[in-house]
């Protein structure tokens, strides 16, 4: 079983920059992190929950045009940890965001608010 644990969000004006983190944690077989894509979703309320960035294992990415030149999604292999650099903030980037395998998924974790706001 693996279980992510997402951190970093918060309250940030327009323009500003936050580093989320997630955290893969399980049994060495069951995680196996390094050869997974693995990918940042966000849920605005009332919205549904949408992919806006993917790393491969081959470190390589893509990302939802809505934050394409703003956000920057990296992977360490021998942390089991993905983060998501996000600049030049806009008040529509409020969500939860999550952190997920692409797949197989694993269970979500709680997400980590971030709230873009002056």
């Known amino acids: 079983q693996v279980q992510v644990v997402e951190s970093g969000g918060g309250l940030v004006q327009p323009g500003g920059s936050l580093r989320l983190s997630c955290a893969a944690s399980g049994s060495a077989s069951g995680t196996n992190f390094s050869i997974y894509p693995w990918g940042w979703y966000r849920q605005a309320p009332g919205k549904q929950r949408d992919l806006v960035a993917q790393i491969a294992a081959s470190s390589s990415t893509n990302y939802a045009d809505s934050v394409k030149g703003r956000f920057t999604i990296s992977r360490d292999n021998a942390k089991n940890t993905v983060y998501l650099q996000m600049n030049s903030l806009k008040p529509e980037d409020t969500a939860v965001y999550y952190c997920?395998?692409?797949?197989?998924?694993?269970?979500w974790g709680q997400g980590t608010q971030v709230t873009v706001a002056s």
């Open positions: 997920n395998r692409l797949s197989p998924r694993v269970s």
